[in-house]
Nanobody, 114 residues
Framework: VQLQASGGGLVQPGGSLRLSCKASGIIFSINSMGWYRQAPGKTRELVATITSGSITNYADSVKGRFTISRDNTKHTVYLQMDSLKPEDTAIYYC?????????WGQGTQVTVSS
């Protein structure tokens, strides 16, 4: 199983980005999918998760601004990020729970700066 994340970049405060993460090597249904982030000098933190039944969970810091979704036919999870703030700057990692194991993508850099 491999995860490939994309969609990061440089954006001004108030702007938007959409991250994607596609899983390959999948045979069975993926359980939960999620996004995490790690800012310089900080520990990795949860951003959002979505279950196989599309139940979502968000960190308080991103509620109302970020939306997580998934396309099971494409084994892909998305993170729509709106109203971005400088404090959202971090490396964003996708993760899935599949067949009772956790898998992680390589990370994609998101920088929010004017």
């Amino acid at each position: 199983v491999q995860l490939q994340a994309s969609g990061g970049g440089l954006v001004q405060p108030g702007g938007s980005l959409r991250l994607s993460c596609k899983a390959s090597g999948i045979i069975f249904s993926i359980n939960s999918m999620g996004w995490y982030r790690q800012a310089p000098g900080k520990t990795r933190e949860l951003v959002a998760t979505i279950t196989s039944g599309s139940i979502t969970n968000y960190a308080d810091s991103v509620k109302g601004r970020f939306t997580i979704s998934r396309d099971n036919t494409k084994h892909t999870v998305y993170l729509q990020m709106d109203s971005l703030k400088p404090e959202d700057t971090a490396i964003y990692y996708c993760s899935i729970l599949y067949e009772r194991a956790d898998y992680w993508g390589q990370g994609t850099q998101v920088t929010v700066s004017s």
